[in-house]
């Protein structure tokens, strides 16, 4: 992977050390910058990427171009998602793409996937492309499975011997062999992703985007996908991963890209810009009160654009609204939404991550079998979430939100709403001092003498 310092293309990319700098380049993008026209509420207008590519095609789709000198970079009517970015991955690279919310990493996978057209640059690539930006992506939701299969092989230029030899391996992979002849609007979210990603990484292309719809699969089909793109990088293919699980990122990618404000804020070795993201990682919500978050200050990249996660307090088992927990004490996390009217039948979830973005852990309406709009008597209220026996170790976590349609596409998503710490205590009885390199959560059980036999 290179980049360049500068914004204009004639500059040569610098190269950075690694397995990519010998290797051709796969995908060349040269001063790529994303403008959306800002409604008069603030909020991005919705057709944006069918106008705006029929604006770029009319000015010569992928030009050449700069962002202007005088070009009103902070205009209260324009927002640019992406500013000049200069990037080469090269065949056979699999990098991570971070950043915080609204850094501009999935306008840049849309562009990347020829969803959206850019505003200004070009981009260049060798060789297939396919994506998979959000559960079901290029599915006809009327269509079966099977049919499903053969209609993205197609649309990614596959004959139809080419996908038959790969179809038993796609819906082993997928586990949806007793479904596989039934319309895909009425599988599950998680058969869905299982399906949609089995297509993607079986079927011969090239280049593979994946964003992190990964997260909507269980523990086990997530570390299958790891090592699926681990085999599909292997077999000399492109990978660019989106995820803010930086443990998979890690695990997975060599090389990675930070976009911070639209731009390249670094990139490098995985491990190095792992590091510096974690350096930026403040929490989403302003802080009213220990404990007390207000949502409303940030921007929602899920459609619709509105912000429906407003604010979240956390509780301790006494009641009080606090960011601080002993070992092993009761907590809430209460949340306030609007949407219940206009989206009855969405899950409201919320996910625990320690410091370096590890997922320790998920509790959804959904789980609960709770319906995100009971009680409610309008379009807003508060819900709470009351968990029980967090056996999490003395440290700082922080706690994402997010809010899924239909069980299925993201309406809006908080990377790290607030953080809360929890205080060393005697959990155990004994008095044993505890300690962080125990891990982040510590164990219960007990200890016994046993007579053999």
Same mark, same amino acid.
């Given at each position: 992977?290179?980049?360049?310092?500068?914004?204009?293309?004639?500059?040569?990319?610098?190269?950075?050390?690694?397995?990519?700098?010998?290797?051709?380049?796969?995908?060349?993008?040269?001063?790529?910058?994303?403008?959306?026209?800002?409604?008069?509420?603030?909020?991005?207008?919705?057709?944006?990427?069918?106008?705006?590519?029929?604006?770029?095609?009319?000015?010569?789709?992928?030009?050449?171009?700069?962002?202007?000198?005088?070009?009103?970079?902070?205009?209260?009517?324009?927002?640019?998602?992406?500013?000049?970015?200069?990037?080469?991955?090269?065949?056979?690279?699999?990098?991570?793409?971070?950043?915080?919310?609204?850094?501009?990493?999935?306008?840049?996978?849309?562009?990347?996937?020829?969803?959206?057209?850019?505003?200004?640059?070009?981009?260049?690539?060798?060789?297939?492309?396919?994506?998979?930006?959000?559960?079901?992506?290029?599915?006809?939701?009327?269509?079966?499975?099977?049919?499903?299969?053969?209609?993205?092989?197609?649309?990614?230029?596959?004959?139809?011997?080419?996908?038959?030899?790969?179809?038993?391996?796609?819906?082993?992979?997928?586990?949806?062999?007793?479904?596989?002849?039934?319309?895909?609007?009425?599988?599950?979210?998680?058969?869905?992703?299982?399906?949609?990603?089995?297509?993607?990484?079986?079927?011969?292309?090239?280049?593979?985007?994946?964003?992190?719809?990964?997260?909507?699969?269980?523990?086990?089909?997530?570390?299958?996908?790891?090592?699926?793109?681990?085999?599909?990088?292997?077999?000399?293919?492109?990978?660019?991963?989106?995820?803010?699980?930086?443990?998979?990122?890690?695990?997975?990618?060599?090389?990675?890209?930070?976009?911070?404000?639209?731009?390249?804020?670094?990139?490098?070795?995985?491990?190095?810009?792992?590091?510096?993201?974690?350096?930026?990682?403040?929490?989403?919500?302003?802080?009213?009160?220990?404990?007390?978050?207000?949502?409303?200050?940030?921007?929602?990249?899920?459609?619709?654009?509105?912000?429906?996660?407003?604010?979240?307090? /956390? @509780?301790?088992?006494?009641? #009080?609204?606090?960011?601080?927990? $002993?070992? !092993?004490?009761?907590?809430? +996390? =209460?949340?306030?939404?609007?949407?219940?009217?206009?989206?009855?039948?969405?899950?409201?979830?919320?996910?625990?991550?320690?410091?370096?973005?590890?997922?320790?852990?998920?509790?959804?309406?959904?789980?609960?079998?709770?319906?995100?709009?009971?009680?409610?008597?309008?379009?807003?209220?508060?819900?709470?979430?009351?968990?029980?026996?967090?056996?999490?170790?003395?440290?700082?976590?922080?706690?994402?939100?997010?809010? /899924? @349609?239909?069980?299925?596409? #993201?309406?809006?998503?908080?990377? $790290?709403? !607030?953080?809360?710490?929890? +205080? =060393?205590?005697?959990?155990?009885?004994?008095?044993?001092?505890?300690?962080?390199?125990?891990?982040?959560?510590?164990?219960?059980?007990?200890?016994?003498?046993?007579?053999?036999?």
């Amino acid at each position: 992977m290179t980049s360049s310092a500068e914004s204009a293309p004639a500059k040569a990319p610098a190269v950075i050390a690694g397995d990519g700098a010998s290797r051709p380049w796969s995908i060349r993008i040269e001063n790529v910058s994303k403008k959306y026209r800002l409604a008069s509420s603030g909020r991005r207008e919705l057709n944006e990427n069918f106008r705006d590519a029929l604006s770029s095609v009319a000015k010569g789709i992928f030009s050449r171009r700069s962002i202007p000198a005088d070009s009103p970079l902070n205009s209260s009517t324009e927002f640019w998602a992406l500013r000049e970015i200069n990037l080469e991955f090269a065949q056979g690279e699999t990098v991570g793409i971070i950043g915080r919310n609204g850094a501009g990493k999935s306008t840049l996978l849309k562009i990347l996937s020829r969803i959206t057209a850019p505003t200004l640059g070009e981009i260049r690539y060798r060789g297939r492309l396919t994506s998979l930006l959000e559960v079901g992506t290029g599915f006809h939701r009327e269509l079966t499975g099977r049919e499903n299969v053969y209609l993205n092989g197609s649309i990614l230029g596959m004959t139809r011997a080419e996908i038959r030899q790969q179809f038993d391996a796609i819906v082993e992979f997928a586990g949806v062999e007793k479904f596989i002849d039934s319309p895909v609007k009425h599988y599950s979210s998680g058969m869905y992703v299982r399906l949609a990603f089995a297509v993607a990484a079986h079927l011969r292309t090239d280049i593979l985007v994946v964003d992190e719809v990964l997260a909507v699969g269980d523990a086990v089909f997530q570390k299958k996908c790891l090592g699926k793109m681990q085999d599909v990088a292997s077999d000399g293919r492109t990978v660019l991963f989106v995820s803010h699980n930086m443990a998979s990122i890690q695990g997975l990618c060599k090389s990675a890209v930070l976009l911070a404000q639209g731009r390249v804020a670094q990139l490098g070795s995985a491990s190095d810009v792992i590091e510096a993201y974690l350096k930026l990682a403040v929490d989403d919500g302003r802080a009213v009160a220990a404990g007390d978050f207000d949502l409303t200050n940030r921007r929602n990249s899920y459609t619709p654009s509105e912000i429906i996660i407003r604010r979240m307090r /956390l @509780r301790g088992g006494d009641g #009080r609204v606090t960011d601080h927990f $002993r070992m !092993g004490e009761d907590f809430s +996390v =209460e949340i306030e939404c609007t949407g219940f009217k206009r989206f009855p039948d969405s899950v409201l979830g919320i996910t625990i991550k320690s410091r370096d973005e590890t997922w320790i852990g998920s509790f959804n309406t959904g789980m609960a079998g709770f319906s995100f709009g009971a009680g409610a008597s309008g379009d807003e209220g508060w819900l709470r979430c009351s968990l029980k026996d967090v056996n999490l170790n003395a440290g700082t976590y922080s706690i994402a939100l997010s809010i /899924l @349609r239909d069980h299925r596409n #993201r309406a809006d998503y908080v990377d $790290r709403a !607030g953080s809360f710490h929890v +205080v =060393e205590s005697d959990v155990y009885g004994t008095g044993y001092p505890m300690h962080t390199k125990f891990g982040i959560v510590y164990l219960k059980g007990k200890w016994e003498s046993v007579v053999s036999d």
